[in-house]
């Protein structure tokens, strides 16, 4: 658990990842005095940084020492152990909803979708963020091989290919007037190698990358799918 937090609190610490936060909130538009739920919290730092912007910030973890950790850093926010798909939250009782890096995780993200449905309040509004992990760029001198091992991890994952699918995915579930934006984190330092040994251990190919890292020429591009939409006001 500590390795895996510190690798999510140094990519978190990316500003890339910093001003994506900060556009999901925009998004979501005024909820100032609002209940907005964040599924999929992990540690809890979107949360802390919802109530700092004067929301009632809600978090939502399946993993309980995720949300442990999030109680001890963040002690007056309000954290549950609960699946994205079955939100302990009542119909209609929350005007934003904000899922991030969590529906690649799930077997039916389109549960999930329409649970969000469920809790908003009519007219409310759903951001969607996150990779599509068959799409992240690596210059490497063995193309094949980076591909291969690519689609090798993408495999491993239930919906690795959710995020180019946002859109549709909140259209099928009865949202309205999606705004799509595609922003891409490039990493060229220590960052790109770490994301690298998430994909794969095979160490012939991360020594390419290593020595590409110690001579300043390792890329890594991965888009990130950003996208809103606002339930109908008459459900």
């Known amino acids: 658990m500590s390795s895996l937090l510190a690798a999510l609190d140094a ?112 007219g409310g509004r759903a951001v969607l963020l996150g990779q599509d992990w068959d799409m992240i760029a690596i210059d490497s001198d063995e193309p094949e091989t980076t591909r291969r091992l690519v689609h090798a991890k993408a495999d491993l994952l239930p919906s690795p290919r959710i995020a180019r699918r946002y859109r549709n995915l909140l259209l099928d579930a009865g949202f309205t007037d999606p705004v799509v934006e595609v922003h891409t984190g490039v990493f060229t330092d220590g960052t790109a190698l770490t994301l690298l040994q998430r994909i794969t251990d095979e160490g012939r190919w991360l020594a390419e990358q290593a020595e590409r890292a110690r001579a300043n020429r390792i890329l890594v591009a991965v888009p990130m799918f950003l996208v809103a939409a606002q339930k109908l006001r008459h459900q």
């Open 11 to 122: 990519a978190d610490a990316q500003p890339v990842a910093v001003e994506l936060r900060a556009r999901s909130y925009e998004l979501l538009g005024d909820f100032t005095g609002r209940t907005v739920v964040d599924a999929g919290c992990g540690s809890g730092r979107a949360v802390a940084e919802l109530a700092e912007r004067g929301a009632h910030a809600i978090g939502v973890d399946l993993d309980p020492e995720m949300i442990a950790v999030a109680r001890e850093r963040w002690p007056a926010g309000e954290f549950h152990v609960a699946d994205a798909c079955e939100l302990p939250l009542e119909t209609g009782s929350v005007s934003c909803y904000r899922a991030e890096k969590v529906l690649h995780t799930l077997a039916d993200p389109l549960r999930a979708v329409l649970e969000a449905r469920r809790v908003l309040v009519p």
